[in-house]
């Protein structure tokens, strides 16, 4: 196993700036180079200052470094979120450069781990960013996510996210799901802290889940679209807490030929193993 971080994360800065807002003065906590760096989303009511400071202060884990997390992790870091720890035990290979974007082949045989560790270092040097090359299983998974704020399943099997899913749960820790395959990605916000709403093996026991592009294929941009989500859903999450204006608990599918959206609410299942509570 590889691991390595870098510095820690910029928090808050002793320099304040004066920022005019609906005609009020306020202190920022943020220095001249966050505020430039971070700019366009610090325009945003969804992060603000506020959101940003808590960004900085976040823990995201993202396990599943293909062309989901490759790509969510990218995001995540650009947007600042201060502790990131990438998860995968895989190495890129040829077939990988398709949909992993992140990826290119300067990398091929490389871990995906610490190939993904150098690029987001380019990106945001600023964050503290751990890599572990290895697959995620319920053994090593409660103490790769002991310390998160949110877990970011980007996973392509079953059995690795019911691990993913059980752990979170029982961490109380929210989780953000998605998968895509053919020309349809799905995605999934579950608080793992809310007896109204299932968990993912409930979703497995109403549906037929299938996430292998192995042996369907998959587009390129259908796994950027669900990735997409799945990292604006974390990041709304991070910035806002539970107050964020997202939809927990809700399975959405995207259909990227018609261009459609569905979704249906998870309930718990009375026979689920892993949430269901006989009191
Ligand atoms: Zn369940």
């Known amino acids: 196993m590889h691991s390595c971080s870098v510095t820690q994360p910029t928090v808050h800065s002793a320099t304040h700036t004066a920022n005019h807002k609906a005609g009020q003065v306020f ?45 969510v992790a990218r995001y995540l870091a650009g947007a600042g979120v201060g502790t990131l720890t990438l998860v995968d035990g895989d190495t890129v290979d040829i077939s990988n450069l398709q949909r992993q974007v992140t990826y290119n082949e300067m990398h091929l045989g490389e871990l995906k781990a610490k190939s993904l560790y150098n690029e987001l270092r380019k990106v945001n040097s600023r964050l503290n960013i751990k890599f572990k090359s290895l697959y995620a299983d319920s053994k090593n998974l409660p103490t790769l996510i002991s310390t998160a704020d949110c877990v970011l399943d980007c996973t392509d099997n ?36 809310n007896k109204r709403i299932g968990c993912y093996a409930c979703l497995v026991e109403y549906i037929d889940v299938r996430e292998d592009c192995l042996s369907r294929g998959v587009l390129g941009p259908v796994v950027g679209m669900a990735a997409c989500h799945q990292a604006t859903q974390a990041l709304l999450f991070l910035a806002k807490g539970f107050n964020a204006d997202i939809k927990w608990g ?23 193993e892993v949430c269901h509570d006989p009191n």
């Open 27 to 71: 202190e920022r906590a943020l220095n001249k180079q966050d505020i430039k760096r971070y700019s366009r989303q610090l325009m945003l009511d969804s992060v603000e200052d506020e959101g940003q400071a808590k960004f900085a202060r976040s823990h995201a884990v993202v396990i599943g470094l293909g062309g989901l997390g490759s790509l």
């Open 250 to 272: 809700h399975y959405l599918t995207g259909n990227a030929d018609l261009g459609s959206l569905k979704s249906f609410m998870l309930p718990p299942s009375s026979t689920c």
């Open 158 to 193: 079953i059995e690795t996210r019911k691990h993913i899913n059980t752990a979170t749960l029982r961490a109380s820790i929210p989780l953000f799901i998605a998968a895509a395959s053919g020309l349809s990605w799905q995605a999934l916000n579950l608080p793992q802290n």
